[in-house]
């Protein structure tokens, strides 16, 4: 209550995506068929089969259409796909700091996580879990390389700069001498107690097939046919994982077919992260449009 998404004002559903490991099936659930995890017998899935669980989801509430469907990054493309999939269902949209594709950079991150997971001893061809082992080492090596790209140097220089950890000089050694060093294991050690490694394999890959274009005969602009939704696309300065430069793609495909978009940019030096930290530009633009978009849905119920 009192949030931007506020939960006085607003019903929100948060569902995990399909592939993930924490309530929605993946590759760590049961196989009715074997009584094993499905481990990588877990067929591959796209945002596009996210989305569409999403909505067997809601059929199966009893909910026709959405208000406002918000999300960041791989949310921003589910938000994408939302609207490509399903424009009657949708009244507004919020991506976040997303694109319409993934780029090849992003594919080569990714890359070198799922090989950081594979190339573990523990991962067993991903049937780790029936055998009582667990690829942490590979899944913690995966996630500091992937959180090195939700900050910005400009983020990682103010907080860390070259300080040492817990020492006055530097050991010569391969211990954690930096602060930097020490953090992004932290990062990683904690990120294994909460995250599957096949999860990790499946999501990533979900999104690097991302490419609404290339779903629609090479034109952006075609995924967003008929009546669209009221959108806000937002991005950040210092953000290089998902760039301006890709939110401006997005917007110019949606001027092309003369959709309501407004498009904000926010400095900041905090990077992709931007939008899960303090950020009140944020904060303030995505309440003026939920505000706005309202208004315009004819919701009269006191929003002061």
């Given at each position: 209550p009192g949030e931007?998404?506020?939960?006085?004002?607003?019903?929100?559903?948060?569902a995990n995506v399909l592939g993930g490991c924490m309530g929605t099936t993946g590759p760590k659930d049961l196989n009715p068929a074997t009584g094993e995890p499905w481990a990588l017998s877990f067929p591959v899935i796209t945002v596009r089969d996210?989305?569409?669980?999403?909505?067997?989801l809601l059929d199966h509430l009893g909910i026709d259409s959405l208000f406002c469907v918000i999300g960041g990054s791989m949310g921003g493309m589910q938000v994408l796909q939302w609207v490509a999939s399903y424009p009657d269902k949708v009244f507004a949209a919020v991506p976040v700091a997303s694109a319409a594709r993934h780029s090849a950079q992003n594919i080569a991150f990714h890359e070198v996580g799922r090989q950081a997971i594979i190339a573990d001893p523990d991962w067993c061809g991903g049937r780790y879990l029936s055998l009582g082992r667990n690829p942490a080492r590979g899944l913690a090596v995966a996630r500091m390389a992937a959180h090195i790209t939700y900050l910005s140097e400009a983020a990682?220089?103010?907080?860390?700069?070259?300080?040492?950890?817990?020492?006055?000089?530097?050991?010569?050694?391969?211990?954690?001498?930096?602060q930097v060093e020490s953090y992004l294991r932290y990062q990683g050690s904690t990120f294994v107690d909460r995250f599957d490694a096949n999860s990790y394999l499946y999501i990533t890959r979900a999104m690097d097939y991302f490419d609404l274009a290339a779903e629609h005969g090479g034109s952006l602009p075609a995924a967003f046919p008929g009546k669209q939704p009221r959108f806000c696309v937002i991005s950040f300065t210092s953000d290089w994982l998902f760039p301006t430069s890709e939110s401006r793609a997005l917007v110019h495909a949606l001027n092309a077919v003369a959709a309501n978009v407004s498009f904000v940019e926010i400095e900041t030096d905090k990077g992709h992260d931007a939008f899960l930290l303090h950020e009140p530009e944020f904060f303030a633009t995505l309440r003026g449009f939920l505000t706005g978009s309202a208004e315009q849905r004819g919701l009269t119920r006191s929003w002061g």
């Open positions: 931007v998404l506020d939960t006085e004002r607003y019903f929100l559903i948060c996210m989305v569409r669980a999403q909505k067997l990682l220089h103010r907080k860390f700069g070259r300080n040492l950890q817990d020492r006055n000089a530097v050991t010569y050694g391969f211990d954690a001498d930096f």
